[in-house]
């Protein structure tokens, strides 16, 4: 099957959301730009991990000499819900984020799963490989989607100060007070 790239260049829109109340969430990094919107699942997880890569990638760019914001106005924070409709192109298997200099674009590839497990480079565009969703942003824009990201990712159920594992409205069982269990309050 031929590869696809589903490429992106500074989009109307891109974020990451969900479908489901906590505790059963799927959650979707989503992109649009003014066509249907292009939907890939992920797990919270990943989700969080790459706002805070992002984040990182930030703190370096901005380290080595280039302007990039610190925080991002609170208006420029997309807080609307997904798009509909919401047809997963792919599951995201792996992700990669990079900093082009030449235009000082933040680039976030997110691939789907493939046979030989080979994660490609940011920015290839070689015909075999796994599906690819690749946006650029700016440093800006990366970092309201940073915001957002982990916004919804805490949004969850609330975790457990003691075991760490989600609390569900009902409470649950903790493995660290021998099976009492403990309500959130």
């Known amino acids: 099957m031929t590869r696809r790239i589903l490429s992106f260049t500074h989009p109307r829109r891109f974020v990451v959301g969900t479908v489901g109340e906590p505790g059963d969430r799927t959650f979707f990094v989503q992109v649009s730009d003014g066509g249907a919107p292009v939907s890939a699942v992920c797990e919270k997880e990943q989700a969080g991990l790459l706002a805070e890569k ?6 370096q760019i901005r380290r080595s000499g280039v302007d990039v914001p ?3 106005e609170e208006e420029l924070i997309d807080t609307g819900p997904l798009e509909q409709p919401i047809d997963a192109e792919f599951r995201i298997a792996s ?7 030449s235009d000082e674009a933040i680039i976030i ?15 290839d565009d070689e015909g075999d490989g796994p599906d690819t969703l690749r946006v650029r942003l700016t440093p800006l824009d990366a970092l309201a989607f940073s915001i957002r990201t982990s916004r919804v990712v805490a ?3 609330p975790q457990c100060p003691f075991c760490h594992l989600p609390i569900d409205p009902q409470g649950h069982i903790c493995p660290r007070a021998n099976g009492y269990r403990r309500h959130v309050t």
Not at 54 to 59: H, K, P, Q, T, W
Not at 95 to 101: K, L, N, R, Y
Not at 109 to 123: K, L, M, N
């Open 155 to 157: 949004a969850g159920r």
């Open 109 to 123: 590839e997110a691939h789907a799963e493939s046979e030989d497990d080979d994660v490609p480079d940011i920015g």
């Open 70 to 72: 610190q925080d991002a």
């Open 95 to 101: 992700m990669g984020i990079g900093w082009d200099p």
């Open 54 to 59: 992002v984040i990182e990638l930030l703190d």
